[in-house]
C-alpha cells in the first residue's frame, strides 16, 4: 500500500513542479517573456507567491497526515491553525521589547504548544470521551474561532518579523535560485519537515507502528503497541504542525493576526492531504497546486483583469481545490480504521 501511494503521489508532486519550473525558466530567460499572460502565470513573482502560499497548505496537509494515519479523522485542523495563528501573535505582542529574533522565536514555540494543545484537546474528546471524530473538529474550529474573535485585542500590533535568508550560491542560480533558495527559516522548515516526516513514516518503527495503528489497531494491539498512545501522541503533534502553520501566516507571512485569517487553508490542507494520498511528498504536490491557483488570483488581480468580475476570480483557489478532489484523484483509499474507537478486550484505553 505505501509503495502505491508513492508511485502516484511522487508522481503528482514531481509533475507539477517539474512544468512550474520549466516553464518559468522559458518565460523568464527567453523571448517567452514578452507575452504578458506568460509573464502573469510563470513569472518569478508568480512562483515566490505559490511558495508562500504553499507552506500553510503544506503544513496543515502534514497534520492531517499524521492524525489520520493512525486512525483519527482531523477536521480541526482551521481551528488549531487559527489557535497557532493567535497564540502566535498574542506571544509577538508582549514580546515587542525582546530582541527580534527571541521575540519570534519564543513566539513559534508558544504557537506550537497551543496548535499541540488543540490537538490533545481533540484526541481527548475522540478517545476518552469516543465523541464522533468529525463533531469534535468542528468543535475545536469553533472554539478557535470564537476564542480569537472575543480576545483578539485591535490595538495590538506585532513589530518585526522572520525576513529571507539567502543560501549562498544556491540563491544565485536564475529563476530557481531566488525562490527557493532566499526565504524565511519557517519556509526552509516546512520543507524540511516534509522530507522527515516521509522518512519517519516509511523507514522508521515509529512510522511502521503508526500506520499498523491506522490500518489494522486490533493486529497492532495483540503485538504489544498501545494504539490509544499512538493515536494521542500523533494528534498532539499534528496540532503542532497546524499551529505552526497559524504561527507561519502571522510570523513571516503577514506579520499580523487578523480575525479567521486562515479563512478556510485548513480545509485546503484535509484536500491536499486527501489528493497527496495520504503521503507527505504527495501532500506537497497537491498544496503546490493549490498554492500555485492562490498566486494565480494574486497574480490577475494585481495585472487588472477587468473583463472577469474580482469575485469569480478570488473563487479560483476553492473551486480547483473542489475539481481536483472530486474529479481528478481518482480512487483513494484513507487508512481502513480511520474514525472508528479502538477499546482494548478489557473495554479499557
Known amino acids: 500500500m505505501g509503495s502505491t501511494f508513492w508511485k502516484r503521489s511522487s508522481l503528482i508532486s514531481i509533475g507539477i513542479a517539474l512544468f512550474l519550473v520549466v516553464m518559468a525558466v522559458l518565460v523568464n530567460l527567453t523571448s517567452l517573456s514578452q507575452y504578458t499572460w506568460l509573464r502573469v502565470l510563470f513569472g518569478v513573482s508568480a512562483l515566490n507567491f505559490t511558495l508562500r502560499a504553499s507552506i500553510p497548505l503544506v503544513l496543515g496537509a502534514l497534520s492531517g497526515i499524521l492524525c489520520e494515519r493512525s486512525g483519527i479523522i482531523n477536521i480541526g485542523i482551521e481551528g488549531m491553525m487559527l489557535a497557532g495563528a493567535f497564540a502566535g501573535f498574542v506571544a509577538k505582542t508582549n514580546t515587542n521589547h525582546w530582541p527580534l529574533m527571541s521575540s519570534l522565536i519564543f513566539s513559534v514555540l508558544i504557537a506550537l504548544a497551543v496548535g499541540g494543545l488543540m ?71 516546512a520543507l524540511l519537515l516534509v522530507v522527515v516526516v516521509h522518512v519517519a513514516l516509511f523507514y522508521t518503527r515509529w512510522g511502521l507502528r503508526t500506520r499498523a495503528v491506522g490500518e489494522h489497531p486490533r493486529a497492532a494491539d495483540t503485538v504489544g503497541i498501545n494504539v490509544n498512545r499512538y493515536r494521542y501522541v500523533n494528534t498532539s503533534i499534528g496540532g503542532m504542525l497546524a499551529g505552526l502553520a497559524g504561527g507561519y501566516l502571522v510570523l513571516e507571512a503577514v506579520g499580523q493576526f487578523q480575525e479567521g485569517m486562515t479563512a478556510g487553508r485548513g480545509f485546503i490542507s484535509l484536500a491536499a492531504m486527501i489528493f497527496g494520498n495520504w503521503n507527505p511528498f504527495g501532500a506537497l504536490g497537491a498544496a503546490t497546486l493549490f498554492g500555485y491557483t492562490q498566486a494565480l488570483q494574486n497574480e490577475l488581480l494585481l495585472a ?46
Open 119 to 189: 490537538g490533545l484537546l481533540h484526541a481527548i474528546l475522540s478517545i476518552r470521551f469516543r465523541m464522533d471524530q468529525i463533531i469534535s473538529g468542528t468543535v475545536i474550529i469553533i472554539l478557535a474561532a470564537g476564542t480569537s474573535s472575543y480576545l483578539y485585542d485591535r490595538d495590538a500590533i506585532a513589530q518585526g518579523k522572520f525576513s529571507s535568508v539567502a543560501i549562498p550560491g544556491l540563491s544565485d542560480i536564475p529563476v530557481i535560485g531566488p525562490v527557493l533558495f532566499d526565504n524565511p527559516p519557517l519556509t526552509y522548515l
Open 304 to 349: 487588472g483583469v477587468t473583463n472577469v468580475p474580482r469575485q469569480f476570480i478570488s473563487m479560483l483557489p476553492y473551486i480547483v481545490t473542489i475539481v481536483a478532489v472530486s474529479g481528478f484523484v481518482g480512487r483513494v483509499r484513507p487508512p481502513a480504521a480511520e474514525g472508528k474507537v479502538y477499546e482494548t478486550e478489557g473495554g479499557t484505553e
